[in-house]
């Protein structure tokens, strides 16, 4: 079965601590995104790749890093920058085709909180 | 501010009735689409609309477009207790330089009551 699949489903940061979060996907898609969701919010965009070793910056991009090394893969990491990490973090994917705004594919999220 | 906005934030209903919920937006788009939100969940895809269309059906699911008045609304008829979710509308900007970057709303959140 294709899908995305995030890892792990909940995560703990300490205090000064980069945190990585995993997102794989096997539906052969090009793009790749990050959203960050806050408790009864919509998703605000963080970083979003549509080709291997290219990235954009999103709204929210301060205190994240990506890197997109792999087609199928896209980590985020939350560095000890970002002050307020604790969300629900959800990655997607999608094609690129002719048209464009394609319909994107999500995984199920990690969940970060600070310890 | 958001691109999209919904309304209302949220809606509690009986099994069998009709919800309506409706997004707002600000610039021209090229589509508009709805997504699905179970709790503690990633979002599910629904149904897409294009700018050039007004009205399309899947299922039990009826998305209206008015680029008039920039606004879209998505029914859901004869409701059942597993539509208990968040709906989000999305829309790609046109002229969005990014040819797959969607701008989310903020989501009406549907309780269906058994």
């Known amino acids: 079965d294709g899908g995305i699949t995030q890892s792990p489903k909940y995560l703990f940061r300490k205090e000064g601590q980069n945190v990585t979060l995993s997102c794989e996907q096997n539906l052969n898609h090009d793009a790749m995104y990050w959203y960050r969701q806050d408790p009864g919010q919509g998703l605000r965009l963080i970083y979003y790749?549509?080709?291997?070793?290219?990235?954009q910056k999103g709204d929210i991009a301060e205190g994240y890093s990506v890197s997109r090394e792999k087609k199928e893969s896209f980590p985020l990491t939350v560095t000890s920058a970002q002050k307020n990490p604790t969300a629900f973090y959800l990655c997607?994917?999608?094609?690129?085709?002719?048209?464009?705004?394609?319909?994107?594919?999500f995984g199920d999220g990690t969940r970060l909180s600070i310890l | 501010s958001q691109q999209g906005e919904e309304d209302p934030q949220a809606l509690s209903i009986q099994e069998g009735e009709n919800a309506t919920m409706n997004c707002s937006y600000k610039t021209s788009i090229n589509n508009l689409q709805w997504y699905r939100q179970n709790s503690g969940r990633g979002l599910v895809h629904l149904i897409l609309i294009r700018s050039n269309e007004r009205e399309k059906h899947s299922g039990r699911l009826r998305v209206t477009l008015d680029t008039s008045k920039k606004s879209s609304s998505l029914l859901i008829t004869a409701s059942r207790a597993a539509d208990t979710a968040s709906y989000f509308c999305a829309t790609h900007v046109k002229g969005e330089t990014s040819g797959s970057r969607l701008t989310f709303g903020e989501g009406t959140q549907l309780t269906v009551n058994p």
């Open positions: 997607a994917s999608s094609i690129i085709g002719r048209e464009v705004g394609q319909p994107q594919h």
């Open positions: 790749s549509q080709i291997v070793n290219d990235f």
